[in-house]
């Protein structure tokens, strides 16, 4: 989808997009037919340029396709490793620049394009910085910068959806720091100590999750880590 990353993005930033492409999935799958995606073309591809072996391409909807549109394409293209991305409507193109051949193009119909208040919340409420900062510290197992990451998630204001999600990288850093997590290198108990609290808080702050008082609850582990790691400060 446009201009959003990986893990929980496409769902807070695009959210009626998201699911209308997931409806649009489903009703192709039960109903045995491919996915209505435009055909996207090629137009114009110089040779490689010598020092990088990097290409730029130009590419446009078909015409026939371009005709029947009734809202823009998102085009891919992945060359080099790469993925780019740009939109396509109507007889527009789009210019790609990749540092490899092309490998792969495809399409995709944007299905929704009016406004989503939650996505608008998330994007302009300073979440989705925090969010992007989240996921780059869990890919680069970097306990430093998740628990800034979520220090910054704490100053920004409540919201259940989010601060569920939040909660869930809580419970990643405090493992990592309890030493759980193998791939993790740092061990640090009071740094553990913390993620706790910024889950207990993020956690009890939506009514219907299940408490400590539930067997099969988070929140009964972390009260368990908490007592273990009283003193650590």
């Known amino acids: 989808m446009p201009e959003i990353g990986h893990a929980?993005?496409?769902?807070?930033?695009?959210?009626?997009?998201?699911?209308?492409?997931?409806?649009?999935f489903l009703d192709c799958a039960f109903a045995g037919t491919p996915l209505r995606t435009p055909a996207v073309r090629v137009?114009?591809?110089p040779p490689?340029?010598?020092?990088?072996g990097g290409v730029t391409a130009r590419?446009?909807?078909?015409?026939?396709?371009?005709?029947?549109?009734?809202?823009?394409?998102?085009v891919s293209a992945v060359g080099g490793g790469v993925l780019r991305q740009g939109l396509l409507q109507g007889s527009e193109d789009a210019v790609l620049e990749l540092p490899g051949p092309i490998e792969r193009v495809f399409a995709l119909r944007v299905l929704r394009t009016e406004p989503d208040g939650s996505a608008v919340r998330y994007v302009s409420g300073g979440y989705q910085t925090v969010f992007r900062a989240m996921v780059q510290?869990?890919?680069?197992?970097?306990?430093?910068?998740?628990?800034?990451?979520?220090?910054?998630?704490?100053?920004?204001?409540?919201?259940?959806?989010?601060?569920?999600?939040?909660?869930?990288?809580?419970?990643?850093?405090?493992?990592?720091?309890?030493?759980?997590l193998p791939s993790w290198p740092a061990r640090d108990r009071v740094l553990a100590r913390r993620s706790l609290e910024r889950f207990l808080v993020l956690w009890t702050s939506n009514p219907v999750l299940p408490g400590a008082d539930v067997a099969a609850s988070p929140a009964r582990w972390v009260r368990e880590q908490l007592e273990e790691t009283n003193g650590a400060r």
Not at 60 to 66: H, I, S
Request: hydrophobic letters at 45%; glycine letters at 8%; proline letters at 6%.
């Open 8 to 24: 929980q993005e496409p769902v807070l930033a695009r959210g009626l997009e998201y699911a209308a492409q997931l409806e649009d």
């Open 43 to 45: 137009a114009a591809l």
């Open 48 to 52: 490689p340029t010598p020092a990088t």
């Open 59 to 74: 590419l446009e909807l078909d015409p026939v396709a371009a005709s029947g549109s009734r809202g823009p394409v998102l």
């Open 137 to 180: 510290a869990v890919n680069g197992r970097d306990l430093g910068r998740l628990d800034a990451a979520l220090e910054a998630h704490m100053r920004l204001g409540r919201d259940d959806s989010l601060d569920f999600l939040a909660a869930l990288y809580c419970l990643r850093e405090a493992q990592a720091a309890l030493g759980t």
